[in-house]
């Protein structure tokens, strides 16, 4: 593995600004830090498979880009690389490090996200907040979320991911240690399942303990 970018699809060229005449070209001229890239090599090396590994990586022109990865060993063109996707969250991160600033500011930049974004509190369970793109994860609006009862809500979520959303979710609240990053299947109201990656955080939202949660679909993925 010599480092040289051997294929990259639409999108990547898309992500990476980078055009068809690219020739060859180092993979580690796209990380913010180039060591970051050995770490990512251990990682699989050492689990065979990588899933929803945050990366820091840039753009041809220097764009700086934060993206969940997921890479494997395989062999091409006589030779063992990478071969790796990569769902870009830049967005996501942004919002997060918009949670220390005013209130004002911080709905601005939510409303205008192209992912789903809920906040939610417990006891009863209850949606707080939800942006206008959530409705393409469930297909209801966010006025319909923020009416809907704790059993409602419960029953978004898949009956076989129940258990673990709520628990992490309740876990999360009381202060445990629980990962940020888990796929989840939602509830569509048409009838169908969106597959998600979930991220989620513990926040205080207006003095009170809640959960941000940022909501990528992924089904188009795990249908492929």
Known sequence: MDGNILYL???????????????????????VHPDDRQIWLQEIKEKGAVQ?????????????????????????????????????ITELKQIQEQLGESEAKYRTLVEGSLQGVVIAKDEPLRLCFANAAIERICGYGAEELLQMSPQ???ALVHPNDRERFFSNFRRRLSGEPVSSLAEHQFLHKDGGITWTMCQSNAIVYLGESATLTLFIDISEKKTA
């Open 52 to 88: 929803n590994f945050e990366l820091h990586l840039k753009s041809k022109t220097g764009k700086e880009i934060w993206a969940l990865g997921s890479g494997i060993f395989i062999q091409y063109q006589n030779q063992t690389c990478v071969l790796s996707t990569h769902h870009d």
């Open 9 to 31: 699809n639409p999108k990547s060229k898309e992500l990476f600004e980078i055009d068809h005449t690219m020739g060859k070209r180092d993979a580690s001229l796209l990380w």
């Open 152 to 154: 409602e809500l419960v």
